[in-house]
């Protein structure tokens, strides 16, 4: 092959890209986890300037404390124990009561009062029974919501 038909080495500027080390690694996991966490109790104290010292309570209190939206409302819930749930679960017969009353156990904020389950979407309380259930250990772990 005659020299003047040989392609040309493309050389480059760049860097070959760096293998980051596990240390590397963990602590810009925890950078960013760190981030996170001060923007979600940026967003809490958006809603009232009390919540996030309401929440660290809360984690100090309970070994799980999570949240959802459920059609634009934030709800914070607990985990409950063994003897909450049986307590619940050994006076109410109606299943819809259940639901009511885990969610009424494991809320944390808002506050809501028993009548006000009555006029609220019939998901609601269902829904947060079954994430107040999944706190509590009932079910998997792999649509746990976000923990605070």
Known sequence: M????????QTTNEEPEKE????????????????ARA????????????LPEKVAQWK??????????IQDQLYIFRAISRAEYLAI????????KIEEA???KGLLWP????????????????TLSQLVQQ??????????PIRL
């Open 20 to 35: 980051i080390t596990e240390r590397e690694l963990r602590d810009r996991l925890m950078k960013e986890e760190a981030a």
């Open 2 to 9: 005659d020299p003047k038909e040989q392609p040309e080495e």
């Open 102 to 104: 885990l969610a009424s």
């Open 60 to 69: 100090r209190d309970y070994p799980y404390v999570g949240s959802v939206h």
């Open 135 to 144: 706190a509590s250990g009932f079910q998997p772990d792999e649509t746990l």
């Open 39 to 50: 923007k979600r109790m940026e967003y809490l104290k958006s809603i009232d300037p009390s």
């Open 89 to 96: 679960a050994t006076k109410i017969g109606d299943q819809a």
């Open 111 to 126: 506050p809501i009062n028993t009548m006000e389950w009555v006029t609220m979407p019939a998901g609601i309380p269902f």
